[in-house]
Nanobody, 123 residues
Framework: QVQLVESGGGLVQPGGSLRLSCAAS??????????MGWYRQAPGNQRELVAS???????NYVDSVKGRFAVSGDNAKNTVYLQMNSLKPEDTAVYYC???????????????WGQGTQVTVSS
C-alpha cells in the first residue's frame, strides 16, 4: 500500500510564500511512480490540478499559477514539493497531493491521494 503525507500548509499574507511537501511511502510490487502533483479545492469549487511533475521531470501548471508556483521532485525520496510565491487570496484552498503509479501486465494505473493541507491567504 502507498501513503502520501503532506506538510507545509498554513496562513500567509497576500504576496507571501509557502512551500508544500509530500512524501510517498510504501511500495506495490511491479509498480512505480509515474507522476506526482498537487490539486486544490476551494469551498464550492471542483478540485483542480495545480501542478504536476513526471518522474522524467516534465511539469504542468494551471494557467492561474504560472510564474508564481514551482513544482519539483526528488525521485530518490519519492517526494514532491510545491513552492508557492506571490500568493493571492484566490489561492486559498485545501491542497491535495496526488501520486499516479503504473505497472503490471497489462499496464495498470493506480491513483493515490494525501489527506489534504489547508492553505489560507489572507491579511
Amino acid at each position: 500500500q502507498v501513503q502520501l503525507v503532506e506538510s507545509g500548509g498554513g496562513l500567509v499574507q497576500p504576496g507571501g510564500s509557502l512551500r508544500l511537501s509530500c512524501a510517498a511511502s510504501g511500495t506495490i510490487f511491479g509498480f512505480s511512480i509515474y507522476r506526482m502533483g498537487w490539486y486544490r479545492q476551494a469551498p464550492g469549487n471542483q478540485r483542480e490540478l495545480v501542478a504536476s511533475i513526471t518522474r522524467g521531470g516534465m511539469t504542468n501548471y494551471v494557467d492561474s499559477v504560472k510564474g508564481r508556483f514551482a513544482v519539483s521532485g526528488d525521485n530518490a525520496k519519492n517526494t514532491v514539493y510545491l513552492q508557492m510565491n506571490s500568493l493571492k487570496p484566490e489561492d486559498t484552498a485545501v491542497y491535495y497531493c496526488n501520486a499516479i503509479m503504473r505497472g503490471g501486465t497489462p499496464v495498470k494505473t493506480l491513483d493515490y491521494w494525501g489527506q489534504g493541507t489547508q492553505v489560507t491567504v489572507s491579511s
